[in-house]
Structures are given as structure tokens and as C-alpha cells.
């Protein structure tokens, strides 16, 4: 029994078969039907009826045949190699692709990361600096305070000192002024007395 494998031996069983005899194709025939049975789990089975309803193999010339029957087979097994490596280098790039795509997604997570650490660190010297200035504000203010207390208190004291010694400028100046009268009535007095002495 003939088992048909490949498109190859399609190719072949069809050139014979349009070579032989008409008295021996049916033969032929039956042989390929008992092959189909075997080669089922195969893309490279030839069917007797389709041969016989869609192309009038037995009209065309033996090269012909075999082409065209050559060409349904390959349609049914799925198509040249070519196909199948093209399938296999789309599937490549798609996977290159996949992988570029997974590799930028960590070089983005990573660098998302290092943002948020760096975002992370910047806000806690902030807060480190803000807590900083709170305190310092607050020991300034604290300080200015007190200050301000110290100079009101001097100032007043300072004022007090300075009405005190106001009044003792005065009450100085007073005193002068009595003084002072007192020397000119004392002078007019000696020279009074002078006079008297002088008319004795």
C-alpha cells in the first residue's frame, strides 16, 4: 500500500496517475482512497473526490496536474515552509518586542522608585529644616520678648532717673538764685557799713 507523507510523493502519485492507462486508474484509485485512511493525522492527504470535482486533472497536461494538485495540497497542509518560518519570525519579534516593552517597564519602575526615594528624602529635610525653624522662630521669639521687657524696664527707670535728676537740677538752680541774692544783700550790707565807718 502507498502512504502519501509529504507533497512531494502527492506530486508524484499524481503524475503517475495521470500517465497510466484509463483501464488501470481505478485501481490507482482505490489505492489512494485506502491511503487516505492512513495518512489521515497528515496535512498531505489527497482526496479522490476533491481532485475529481474541483480540477479535470485528466484534461491537462501531466506537468499541469501534477502543479495543480501539487498547489491544493500545500493550501491544505497550511502553506510553503516559508509561511511557517514567517510565522515563526513574526512570533520572534513579537516576543523581542514583548521583551523590549518588559525591559522599559522596569527601567521606568526603577527610575519611579528613585523618585519617590528622592521625593521622600526632599520632604523629610524639609521637615527636618522646617522643624528647625519652628524651633528657632520660637527661641527668637522667646528671646525679642524679653528684650522688649528689658528695654521698657530701662527705659522706665531711665525716665525716672531722668525726672529725679530733673527735679534736683531745679531745686539746684533754686537754691542758686537764693544764694545769689543773698551774697548782693550781703555786699549791699558791707557797704553800708563801710559808709558808716568812713563818716565816723
Known amino acids: 500500500m502507498v502512504s502519501l507523507r509529504s507533497v512531494h510523493d502527492v506530486s508524484l502519485f499524481v503524475h503517475e496517475l495521470v500517465t497510466l492507462p484509463k483501464q488501470e486508474i ?16 497528515t496535512s498531505a492527504v489527497v482526496s479522490l473526490s476533491g481532485i475529481a470535482g474541483q480540477t479535470n486533472l485528466f484534461s491537462l ?13 500545500f493550501q491544505k497542509s497550511g502553506g510553503l515552509n516559508t509561511t511557517a518560518t514567517s510565522a515563526s519570525g513574526l512570533k520572534g519579534k513579537i516576543a523581542a518586542l514583548e521583551d523590549y516593552i518588559a525591559l522599559q517597564n522596569e527601567e521606568i519602575a526603577a527610575q519611579r522608585q528613585e523618585i ?13 529644616y522646617q522643624g528647625q525653624l519652628t524651633e528657632l522662630k520660637k527661641a527668637m521669639v522667646g528671646d525679642v520678648g ?27 538752680k533754686g537754691e542758686k538764685t537764693s544764694l545769689q541774692q543773698q551774697i548782693l544783700g550781703l555786699q549791699r550790707r558791707i557797704q553800708e557799713i563801710e559808709e558808716q565807718i568812713g563818716s565816723e
Do not use: G, Y
Open 26 to 41: 481505478p485501481h490507482s484509485l482505490t489505492v489512494l482512497q485506502a491511503t487516505q485512511a492512513e495518512t489521515q493525522s
Open 61 to 73: 497536461e501531466p506537468e499541469q496536474a501534477m502543479n495543480t494538485t501539487a498547489t491544493k495540497t
Open 116 to 128: 519617590e526615594a528622592l521625593q521622600a528624602e526632599k520632604n523629610s529635610i524639609e521637615s527636618h
Open 146 to 172: 524679653r528684650l522688649q521687657e528689658e528695654i521698657k524696664r530701662v527705659f522706665a527707670q531711665q525716665k525716672a532717673e531722668n525726672s529725679r535728676l530733673q527735679q534736683q537740677i531745679t531745686t539746684l
